[in-house]
């Protein structure tokens, strides 16, 4: 079945970087777009980037031009490079694929 595991997480201070990682399985990856996602405490989910399989790259506009989303499809992996981080970025990323999404991996950005 299709599992998508989550890594990376962690707490940083404004400023700070974070490399985010997701492994895929149970689908053939490189024929299948992949997502980043987000949800904050008490705010609705929020798709932050998406990826094509060609590598196209799509992102919100509160993290254009800080997170950069890449795909390794020799490793059945989607990356999120998050720098430039910022309060508002705490939240779970979820890695998400074919209508399913990971655990998830908690992001804090705190000083």
């Known amino acids: 079945q299709v599992q998508l595991v989550e890594s990376g997480g962690g707490l940083v201070q404004p400023g700070g970087s974070l490399r985010l990682s997701c492994a895929a399985s149970?689908?053939?990856?490189?024929?299948?777009?992949m997502s980043w996602a987000r949800q904050a405490p008490g705010k609705e989910r929020e798709t932050v980037a998406i990826?094509?399989?060609?590598?196209?790259?799509n992102y919100a506009d509160s993290v254009e031009g800080r997170f950069t989303i890449s795909r390794d499809n020799a490793k059945s992996t989607v990356y999120l490079q998050m720098n430039s981080l910022k309060p508002e970025d705490t939240a779970v990323y979820y890695c998400?694929?074919?209508?399913?999404r990971g655990q998830g991996t908690q992001v804090t950005v705190s000083s």
């Open positions: 149970g689908f053939t990856f490189d024929r299948y777009p």
């Open positions: 990826i094509s399989t060609g590598g196209l790259t």
């Open positions: 998400n694929a074919l209508g399913y």
